[in-house]
């Protein structure tokens, strides 16, 4: 059983920057497949980015060009900053993680998912 923690949620102005963490309880940016999806209040979860094995990232649409997701210096870390936040991304930020590859934002194909990070940006 993988467990994820995150870190790094908090308050943000809009078009200020954040940057979340996540930790595994094993080898899980290296070994799985890992991503972050968000669900603000009163819609469901949505894809935000995903970095596959190798390193390669897929970003929503929506927020491409506003993230970066990298694996952190250890082999259980990804991070995710994200600049010139807008207030309807205030929302629950969670990581999540799957043995297989594919690097996709497809929340149902994700086993594992971490409690949560708030983040809340106001203007």
């Known amino acids: 059983q993988v467990q994820l923690a995150e870190s790094g949620g908090g308050s943000v102005q809009a078009g200020g920057s954040l940057r979340l963490s996540c930790v595994g309880s094993t080898r899980t940016s290296s070994d799985y497949c890992m991503a972050w999806f968000r669900q603000a209040p009163g819609k469901g979860r949505e894809g935000v980015a995903a970095?596959?094995?190798?390193?390669?990232?897929t970003y929503a649409e929506s927020i491409e060009g506003r993230v970066t997701i990298v694996k952190g210096p250890n082999k259980n870390t990804i991070e995710m900053q994200m600049k010139s936040m807008k207030t309807k991304e205030t929302a629950m930020y969670y990581c999540?993680?799957?043995?297989?590859?594919?690097?996709?934002?497809?929340?149902?194909?994700?086993?594992?998912w971490g409690q949560g990070t708030q983040v809340t940006a106001s203007s």
């Open positions: 970095i596959d094995f190798d390193g390669t990232a």
């Open positions: 999540a993680a799957r043995l297989r590859g594919g690097g996709d934002l497809g929340e149902t194909r994700y086993n594992y």
